[in-house]
């Protein structure tokens, strides 16, 4: 397994570049569920980056990264980093991923188009509340490790 903190920002980049193109492959075969998981993993890595990027922000130690989604929600919605709403239905698509995966052992090809493109909206969605905390760390001077 990767540990995302040891790789290099050139690295990182190219990883994420990769999901993506993985991502609009699997979504243009129509394997949605690959698609999906693929997807939703962006989403999760930028909500983690964004966890980690708050407490940066806050002033606090970075975190373990192995908390629970719906955690790292509240910690960004608690800090005022994200709105209700928008924390709200970013717990809600933890739940949804979960419901989906488990049924798609009983119907994989339950897995629709639509739910790859919320899911991408959502990594995309939380891609800009990364680089919003990347310009406020740097306008403050604050280094990130």
Request: charged content about 30%.
């Amino acid at each position: 397994m990767v540990d995302r903190n040891q790789l290099s920002q050139t690295e990182k980049y190219l990883g994420f570049k990769k999901a993506h193109d993985t991502f609009s492959a699997y979504r243009g075969r129509g394997e949605f569920l690959a698609a999906y998981v693929v997807a939703f993993s962006i989403f999760e890595d930028r909500v983690i980056t964004s966890y980690q990027l708050g407490h940066d922000l806050s002033g606090k130690a970075r975190p373990s990264t192995h908390s629970a989604h719906y955690k790292k929600v509240l910690f960004l919605e608690s800090a005022g980093l994200i709105p209700k709403d928008r924390a709200d239905a970013w717990r809600k698509a933890g739940d949804d991923r979960n419901r989906i995966l488990h049924a798609a052992m009983w119907m994989p090809d339950a897995v629709a188009d639509a739910d790859c493109t919320a899911a991408i909206a959502l990594a995309k969605e939380a891609e800009r509340l990364v680089k919003r905390l990347k310009t406020s760390l740097k306008t403050s001077g604050i280094h990130t490790p």
